[in-house]
């Protein structure tokens, strides 16, 4: 079992930055993969990034490529989301989620936090 509790999101100007962290707890295998994914009022909810616990590859949203960046420290059980020039359109919960392996779904979920972005 993994239990993950996202931090870190709050109210930003556009053009601002935040960094979202995500703890997990429990056992973390290299071959689990470690995504980030957001919701938006009215809209469903939509893959942001991901990584590989065990290699780092990273993968991004088209909407998000160049602006966002996944890290994570493996020591700490902590996956970390820098957002960097952020617009309204980013506005949204943003969750925390683990995957067992690159081929499946994600079986663990955190609870959210909320990112708003004013204009």
């Known amino acids: 079992q993994v239990q993950l509790v996202e931090s870190g999101g709050g109210l930003v100007q556009a053009g601002g930055s935040l960094r979202l962290s995500c703890k997990a707890s429990?056992?973390?295998?290299?071959?689990?993969?470690m995504g980030w994914f957001r919701q938006a009022p009215g809209k469903e909810r939509e893959f942001v990034a991901r990584?590989?616990?065990?290699?780092?590859?990273?993968d991004y949203a088209d909407s998000v490529k160049g602006r966002f960046t996944i890290s994570r420290d493996n020591a700490k059980l902590m996956v970390y989301l820098q957002l960097n020039v952020l617009n309204p359109e980013d506005t949204a919960v943003y969750y925390c989620?683990?995957?067992?392996?690159?081929?499946?779904?994600?079986?663990?979920w955190g609870q959210g936090t909320q990112v708003t972005v004013s204009s």
């Open positions: 989620a683990a995957g067992l392996n690159l081929g499946s779904q994600y079986a663990y």
């Open positions: 429990g056992r973390i295998f290299n071959s689990y993969v």
């Open positions: 990584i590989r616990w065990g290699t780092g590859t990273t």
